[in-house]
């Protein structure tokens, strides 16, 4: 089986020297190294044997820290005196003492501004937790600065919550609840994160519209920008982030009511909400210097293509993004360079005369960092041959989280993954002659079909534009955190300087054979995608998933029986629906069994179905506020922007029910919400069946 | 030329017959007749041969007169004593005595209510009458009731701008000046409308969303509606039409200035524009009574298929509606006798052992008078595969409005065009042995290419929902009036009892030649786009026509140089990215003609980019305020239901500009459709490309 066993015999060597070689410089989206390294790439993929591979360039707009003017925050006493500053940057790790260009920790995009206010403490900034405050603890945030510790919900959230809230500014720390593991050392000597580290990252909430001035469209030079003003999600407050150890020196002093148990992290001080400080103190505030500006800027992705030898106008792509806050040892390294050896082993392939049925896209994207804007602009640039053509998309972000888990969009086949699984070999010590299907069966094996966990697509990376905008069948694969027994958020160093080669050579890859297990997983799918003569999309699997899925909102819904009964709320078309789509998934496979094979036009009809599938899932008219999130039966949690959530339109207009200004209205938007997903999911269904009625 | 010449030999008798079978009842949209009708339709189609005919129901708002309590508009004096109230029905003709249930003529979906104030006559209702009542002649409608004829724009646009104005009522009337031609006489004598006359027809601003219920989603059982209040499109006032022998008695003792000369209709009174009366009887008021009723109701659409020999899943659709106001002698018979009878034909053919290369579907939509509802609660339902399978609708209205001229989508190929006309005969007596074609040209020959004027698609019929919004190639083609020589509106008995089947058969096609003719021009349009290997679609003809486009709305543009300059306004990218269409099409069809006909994968391949790049001129954003018109290239003007205005984002932003009150937001605004149409195109040009970079 071609596609499965390509020649990635060299891998592992060329992962190892590639990791290296992307990761000598910082790679921010925009400088000068980032576009040197595109050319670079280029270059190499040319070499390596692809049809074509071009630059594409967009403007996009950035944000980057004043270099004159810091950003910093102070605890400021009555007189204004600045008695505290939080450091300007990182203690830069030993062997890049002389590496000019680390951009400080920032929050991207946030506003500028200088307020000065009390503090209040709000835990992880999630909505629940401004819920509590409000609610439970009478503390009102607005007008002040709230401090958030990392984790749990992606970072735009928190800021968004905070301005709901009123706040005027927002510090972001890691705690050592979230950001270091037990026994563990800070890095050097580990790869915990060090007091000192603090997590870059932007503060967006684009809601999937890529650069934020030219939502909807590609950024290209004639492209029409909207003023700031009405750009797409910016912040309107100050945002910073922290390391632990400034986060003390602001947290510790505070006055207020202790907070719940679950709300302190691991910083050794006796808590307190605020808002003010307590001790002789008490007339001390916080203010935060933040001077970062906004900047239209180039960006590059570099895209390679391999022409389809049967159906060059079907398209399998795979891509992860270039650019890095610093170094990228893992974030996005260790997924650009799978991408980088799976270009290269599908050029070896060529030299010996393979070419795939399917025509294959390769992605090196630009400016993920600053809201997966590289690889959204060039979704909005070719969104109509996408819709047309694309078979697929696999994503390629850090390949190594730490423990082994998968997250895929439930579509993709789940015999085909296991199948990709089953011919990878386990990578770990001790796991000899084991298949990676089975080490990972081994880690993960909780649900009822005794099969490894497949999580949904959420969002916070590449993939976000083609699923859920466009409704291309998307999917990831990469060693992750194992869901139940570990706390911590994302990996303890991520997004900081302390990002490295040698964080991966020495504690999570060292002889790079996971990372080369990963590059055989996504290889393995975009090589069965391309070459398939029946692409290997399940229908029945989706039809499992969506009566798990409508099953888990009715259970939510469920919460609500007096209401649901008083506004005549029914499930039953959903129920239907999916039925439905069940019953028809059968057949149609049932069919796929039956077909000629060899009849050309046959079998790209039944491929039609099967593609255009995910695309039934789409919505034109978006989800209620959100018009870029099209997909009905996923999108971003409105809530955390890294979560998948299911049935997302009527999830929100469940959420938080109990407490709407209008209770006929709030209902009526569930009935409503639940008519758009029974229709939809008909929809799709109707796609399935017999083409002629 | 099998699918031009195929058997209709028998197609004129079978046109007449129906004709008189399809009018004998009124076949109001939710009516009884017209049920019974769909089966009757759906029976015969059957018999015809079909593979399969179905009745697909929705439950949609529909609008009726209150049966005992019936709509007039008064003229009431000081003491409130109704001194004169308008006709309750119009006059029956001759042999329909005793036909019981025609609606009087009413304005479909009118508010109910019993506004009494001075009246103000705004000539056509037009966005310019309106300015000039109000910027001109001083005059403000608000609070008043407003009086409007008949002409020119599509009446629910009129009954809108009359809201804007702030009129509390509107009464629409037919002035002889556009419903009646010279030296013609009225109804039976002749073709022109009597003055007890008066033209139905629904008052909605839809702007495509069909039913104003449930706008985006099919009305179907479990379908969500929204309140009537949140309904999509209804008017918040009374409306009422009358014919002129009732309007002279409204308008004849008007106060207020004298109209301009040409607001004069050709009503024999002296005019006056208002407020209020003149004469003795000034402290007389009009007091419009109107209790029409909104009411959700069951509609029917027969869809008859015959499946595709060799292409099954590519659709061509053929589709009329069913439903009249009354007799429909015209709107819609002479369409859907023209349906009908190609079902017949195609019937006919099958039974000698011929399938359609693709799947052929015919379209018997209700409701259309209603908001053109079951065409597009049919698209709504199927938007997906329709989104994935329609190569081309064919819109089948009516076929005659007298002299001969066609509407064409311009994308459908004009060389195919005119070689279907080129098989067709002329059936005017005195052309014995002239084709259609060179009848067609005779007539109208306006073009600077020496070829008869095809015009831009508007709306007011079913084609609505498959190109403006699902972005199908599109056409229709009928006798409609000389553009240049004809200035009345539609035709003169348009929505009026007296539209029967005598009417056509004494003064309209008295041999049913006509009819005839255009049968045979549809389908031979279907027949071709459904038979030949590769699709008749022009993309050369397409870039012609963005050229003119482009330089027409750049034109407009020039009406304000100095703003241009001030605000920086450049039409450059839109012209680039015309050029870039241009060049992209003629290679296009260079390759094409190098095409290996014998490889099906080939020709499928190439018929898809023809048959998307429709799809590729569509935006799922929408144009600004209207998300349900989403063709960048075609909407219906914003003004103007019924006529088609080309880069209609752009038209609309410069429209009025000079009066915008912020000319920075104003301008750039323009440069944002600017920017969209520039993009549009060049995506569109993409789909055409080598399908591989």
Redesign the interface.
């Known amino acids: 089986n071609m596609f499965v066993d390509f020649d990635i015999m060299s891998l592992v060597i060329h992962v190892c020297h590639l990791n290296r070689k992307f990761t000598r410089l910082p790679h921010l989206a925009g400088s000068q190294q980032n576009l040197d390294l595109a050319k670079q790439i280029r270059d190499e993929w040319m070499e390596f044997g692809l ?2 591979v ?1 630059l594409v360039p967009y403007d996009v707009l950035l944000s980057y820290p004043n270099k004159t003017n810091p950003n910093y925050i102070s605890i400021v006493d009555h007189l204004g005196t600045e008695i505290f500053n939080t450091s300007l940057a990182e203690p830069v790790p030993e062997g890049y003492e002389d590496v000019t260009d680390i951009v400080p920790p920032y929050s991207a995009f946030s506003a500028k501004g200088q307020p000065e206010d009390e503090l209040v403490y709000v835990n992880y900034g999630r909505t629940e937790d401004f819920f509590k405050l409000e609610r439970e603890l009478g503390i009102n945030c607005s007008g002040k600065i709230v401090i958030a510790r990392y984790g749990k919900i992606f970072r735009g959230n928190k800021v968004k919550n905070a301005m709901l809230a009123g706040a005027k500014g927002i510090v972001l720390f890691s705690d050592p609840a979230d950001y270091c593991a037990d026994g563990v050392e800070p890095y050097p000597d580990g790869w915990n994160l060090p007091g000192g580290g603090a997590q870059r990252g932007n503060v967006l909430n684009l809601n999937g519209a890529g650069d934020p001035l030219t939502p ?3 950024a ?1 030079e ?3 920008r ?1 003023s700031l003003e009405d750009a797409v999600g910016l912040p309107k407050i100050p945002v910073h982030p922290i390391g632990y150890h400034d986060a003390v020196h602001l947290l510790q002093h505070m006055g207020g009511p202790h907070p719940p148990d679950n709300w302190k992290g691991s910083l050794n001080i006796s808590y307190r909400i605020g808002p003010g400080f307590t001790d002789g103190l008490n007339q001390n505030k916080v203010r935060m210097n933040i001077h970062t500006n906004n900047q239209v800027t180039r960006i590059y992705n570099v ?1 390679g ?1 391999i ?2 030898a ?4 079907r398209y399998v792509i795979l891509g992860g993004h270039r650019d890095a806050w610093v170094f990228g040892g893992i974030d996005p390294v260790s997924g650009a360079a799978v991408v980088h050896e799976n270009v290269r082993a599908a050029g070896k392939l060529m030299k010996k005369g393979w070419r795939p049925r399917r ?1 294959l896209i390769f992605a090196s994207w630009d400016a993920e960092e600053f809201g997966l804007l590289g690889s959204t602009e060039w979704a909005e ?5 996408l ?3 694309a078979v697929a998309y696999i994503n390629a972000d850090s390949a190594i989280e730490v423990c082994l888990s998968i997250c895929l969009s439930i579509y993709i086949n789940a015999s085909d993954v296991n199948s990709v699984f089953l011919k990878v070999s386990s990578p770990e010590e001790g796991e000899e002659g084991m298949t990676l299907y089975q080490s990972w069966h081994k880690r993960d094996n909780s649900t009822e079909r005794d099969a490894p966990w497949i999580s949904k697509l959420g969002s916070g990376s590449d993939f976000e534009a083609y699923f859920i905008r466009l409704g291309i069948a998307s999917g990831r694969a990469r060693y992750t955190k194992n869901r139940k027994t570990e706390r911590y958020s994302s990996y303890p160093v991520y997004h900081s300087v302390y990002e490295t080669y040698e964080i991966v050579e020495r504690f999570y890859d060292p002889s790079f054979r996971r990372l080369e297990a990963v590059a055989r997983v996504r290889g393995g799918l975009i090589f069965s995608l391309a070459d398939s003569p029946v692409l290997p999309l399940d229908c029945v699997e989706y039809a499992m998933s969506l009566t798990k899925y409508a099953n888990s909102i009715y259970q939510l819904a469920l919460k609500h029986p007096a209401a649901m009964q008083q506004h005549s709320v029914s499930f ?2 959903l129920f ?1 629906a999916v039925e439905n789509f069940t019953v028809v998934a059968r057949d149609f496979h049932q069919r796929l069994d039956q077909l000629d094979t060899s009849n ?2 046959a079998v ?2 039944v491929n ?2 099967l593609m ?1 599938l995910e ?2 899932f789409t ?4 989800l209620p506020g959100r ?1 870029f999130y ?1 997909h009905i039966i996923f999108a971003p949690s409105s809530h955390n922007k890294y979560a998948g959530e299911s049935f997302p339109g009527i999830y929100d207009a469940l959420f938080d029910i109990e407490n709407a200004v209008d209770w006929q209205k709030a209902w ?1 938007e569930v ?2 919400q ?3 997903a ?2 939809t999911v008909n ?2 269904a ?2 399935l069946k017999p ?3």
């Open positions: 049809d074509s071009e909807g469209y590609p290209k004639y492209t029409y909207s895209i293509w022409r389809g049967v159906e060059p106008d025509t640039d070719h969104a109509r041959v819709q047309e053509r039953d078309s239907f050309a036009l790209r009809m039609d179905q255009y695309r039934a919505d034109p008219l978006g018009p099209r009526d009935k409503r639940i008519s758009i029974a229709f929809a799709a109707e796609t083409v002629v009625s």
